[in-house]
C-alpha cells in the first residue's frame, strides 16, 4: 500500500489549518522514548519495566501523571524530579536515532497554502531539535511544546494554544495525532483528528 494516498485527499479538504502532533506522528520516536522510560526507570531503582503497549497508549501524556502511575502499578515509589532528569539523560543519548515518518512528511511538504503548526508534549529542545534535523521547521507558523501551556494532552491546551498562534478557531483545523490521548484531546475542543497508524513506526527501534 501506498500510505501517502490516506493523507493525500486533506491537500483538497476543507480544513483551513493543519496541527501536527511530533513525537510518534511526524517523527518515528515513541520506541526510543520507549526505551529511554525503561532505562531511567532501571537507574532509578524501578521494580519493573513498562510494558509498550500501555506505553503507546498513554504516549502524550503528562509525565508526572504517568510516573504516578507507573509508581501505583508497580509498586515502586520513584521520585519524579529524579525520574525526570534521568528521562532526559537517556533521551538526550537516544534521540539522534529517530526517523521521520514519512508520509506524513511528504504531506507536511507539499501542502503550500494552509497555516500549519506543531502542537507537542514533548520538550521544545527534542521538538525543535527533530524538526530541524528532518529539515520541516520553516514549514511550521506556530511551534507549541508542553513548555507553553498548564496542562498536557488529555486536556486540549495545547491545541487552543496552537490555533490562537496560528489565527484560525479550532472546528477549521484538523489534528494529525497517533495516540488515543490526543485523538481525545482535539476532539474536545471541536477538532477533527486523522489518527496516524502504529504500523508506521519501525519496531527495530525500541528493541534496540
Known sequence: MHYNFMLDHLLTSKYSAFIFDCDGTIADTMGIYYRAWNRAIAACGGLKKIGWEEFRDNGGCCLRETIGEYNSKSGSNLDPDRLMIALEECVHELLPEFKPVMPVVEFIRREKIRPMAVASSGRRENVEFVLNKIGIRDQFKAVVTREDVKLAKPAPDLFL??????????????????????????ESIGMACHRIPYDWWDPKLREG
Open 161 to 186: 494554544k496552537a490555533s490562537e498562534l496560528i489565527g484560525v478557531t479550532p472546528e477549521q483545523c484538523i489534528v494529525f495525532e497517533d495516540s488515543p490521548l490526543g485523538e481525545r484531546a482535539a
